[in-house]
């Protein structure tokens, strides 16, 4: 059963900030929101996780509806190298399903 | 640079076949994941342990498949007999988590299995 839903695909301009969306409407009070990508062939890659506050590292921004029903991750100034599988995954901290993605593909 | 290893990389067996995949967890960590992933399903747990206990096998074909750690530094994921439909790469990862702490998992590069 699936808990996010994510657009299968999506495009970026090199230099430019990609805004990846996806939608968790069913997600529970103690669950978290976390964003792994998976560079092609390689090992899925944590990126960034969440509660109810926007949150902010080195590698992303993910910003967090109030509702919680929502999340939206941004890499705000996306390389070639960013050209992978971005997986948003709602868990509490235990195991964690990972859906079908957005493949992000970054364009010179 | 600490890393998650798997071994074999790259796995070619015939229908029957045992195989045995093995992952080293970076040192310290003490949760261990096993994922599969195909074209198909995408990305599956299979099953995972803490503190080298099993805590969910839930997603893992329990008549072929099993799943232990020997000790801190080995885990391994057995298939017998294996099956043409158990062509993947077998994903391991681990991590250092508790109840209250966020779950980043460190990835292995894979074994990919093809069972002919």
């Known amino acids: 059963d699936a808990k996010t839903t994510q657009p299968p695909s999506m495009d970026c301009a090199e230099g430019r900030a990609a805004n990846l969306p996806c939608n968790h409407s069913?997600?529970?009070?103690?669950?978290?929101v976390y964003w792994y990508r998976q560079i092609h062939s390689q090992g899925p890659q944590y990126i960034i996780h969440?509660?109810?506050n926007n949150e902010t590292n080195e590698m992303a921004s993910l910003i967090i509806t109030e509702d919680r029903k929502s999340s939206t991750l941004i890499l705000p100034h996306a390389t070639l190298r960013d050209t992978a599988v971005y997986y948003c995954?709602?868990?509490?901290?235990?195991?964690?399903?990972f859906g079908a993605g957005t493949r992000l593909t970054v364009k010179p | 640079d600490a890393r998650v290893t798997q071994t074999p990389r790259h796995k070619v067996t015939e229908m029957g076949q045992e195989v045995t995949m093995r992952c080293q967890p970076i040192?310290?960590?003490?949760?261990v994941f096993w994922y599969r992933q195909t074209m198909m399903q995408g990305l599956e747990l299979l099953a995972y342990?803490?503190?080298?206990?099993?805590?969910?096998d839930s997603g893992m074909p329990k008549d072929r498949f099993s799943a232990e750690m020997p000790d801190a530094t080995l885990a391994t994921l057995k298939i017998q007999p294996s099956e043409p439909r158990d062509s993947a790469v077998y994903f391991c990862?681990?991590?250092?988590?508790?109840?209250?702490?966020?779950?980043?998992?460190?990835f292995g590069p894979g074994t990919r299995l093809t069972v002919l």
């Open positions: 990862a681990s991590g250092l988590l508790d109840w209250l702490s966020y779950n980043e998992q460190f």
């Open positions: 069913t997600i529970s009070g103690n669950e978290y």
């Open positions: 969440g509660l109810k």
């Open positions: 995954i709602v868990s509490h901290h235990n195991d964690m399903r």
């Open positions: 040192l310290g960590h003490n949760t």
């Open positions: 342990f803490r503190n080298r206990a099993p805590l969910d």
